[in-house]
């Protein structure tokens, strides 16, 4: 029988590939796309997913070693500094990897501990997994958007 975490992982790792499958197919030009007068660029969303997952892995899940300058979040809007390529895959999948680590060192009890964020308030640490797995999709949803009807 699976632990709550081996089954929570199991969704967040699925549910990311809206997001990772992605990486694949963008090409550096395609970082600077947007949809209209939208406020954001596919490179601001990439950076913003892996800003977020840093911040879950060190404020809700307690990663202490996690050194994070969420700047999509400190800058509020696109200043249209993402365009590396590289650099934001680099970012995202150590973003990943952080947060992979910490979640995997959850007990089932732990996920039953409550926690409050400024951002969300009070959750138990499985209802804050759901908002890292929303917002994740949420923001690949709209690069997939971004990709394909987006300008440059």
Known sequence: MKTKTEILVELWLE???RF???LEYISESDLS????DAPNSLGF???HIGDVELLFAKNVFGDKSVQVKAKTLIDQRDTGQWTDLESLKTYVT???DKLLSIVQEQSD???ETTIVTREFGTKTKAEAFGRIVS???YHAG??????????R
């Open 20 to 22: 990772s499958n992605q």
């Open 94 to 96: 150590e973003s990943f």
């Open 15 to 17: 549910a990311r590939t």
């Open 45 to 47: 969303l990439i950076r």
């Open 135 to 137: 917002h994740t999709v």
């Open 33 to 36: 796309k947007r949809l209209g």
């Open 109 to 111: 009890i732990d996920w």
């Open 142 to 151: 709209q690069m997939a958007i971004v990709l394909k009807y987006g300008k």
